[in-house]
């Protein structure tokens, strides 16, 4: 059973930045893909960002693409994700999730973290 504890949210101003970060316990982490997806009020979960078991490969929502980048440090169990560029429309809790297969869709996670608010201000 893996845990997934993420920490990084906060209040920031368009344009800000922040980094997130999801730390992994009881598990081996480097055996799994992992992901950010995020939610905002009224709106189904949607995806962020993934990244394979090695570091190797990474893939980005449209919407992110260019302004968020994920990564990992499987010496640390950690997955980040650094937000530049931030907008109102981000504004969301921020999930991680680990999984075998990995990639866009949250089927393909069996773990999840119980998020991180962030809220972007004009």
């Known amino acids: 059973q893996v845990q997934l504890v993420e920490s990084g949210g906060g209040l920031v101003q368009a344009g800000g930045s922040l980094r997130l970060a999801c730390a992994a316990s009881?598990?081996?982490?480097?055996?799994?893909?992992m992901g950010w997806f995020r939610q905002a009020p009224g709106k189904e979960r949607e995806f962020g960002a993934a990244?394979?078991?090695?570091?190797?490969?990474?893939y980005y929502a449209a919407s992110v693409k260019g302004r968020f980048t994920i990564s990992r440090d499987n010496d640390k169990n950690t997955v980040y994700l650094q937000m530049n560029s931030l907008k109102p429309e981000d504004t969301a809790v921020y999930y991680c999730a680990a999984g075998g297969r990995g990639g866009s869709s949250a089927r393909n996670y069996e773990y999840w973290g119980q998020g991180t608010q962030v809220t972007v201000s004009t």
């Open positions: 990244i394979s078991w090695s570091g190797a490969s990474t």
């Open positions: 009881g598990g081996t982490f480097s055996r799994y893909a």
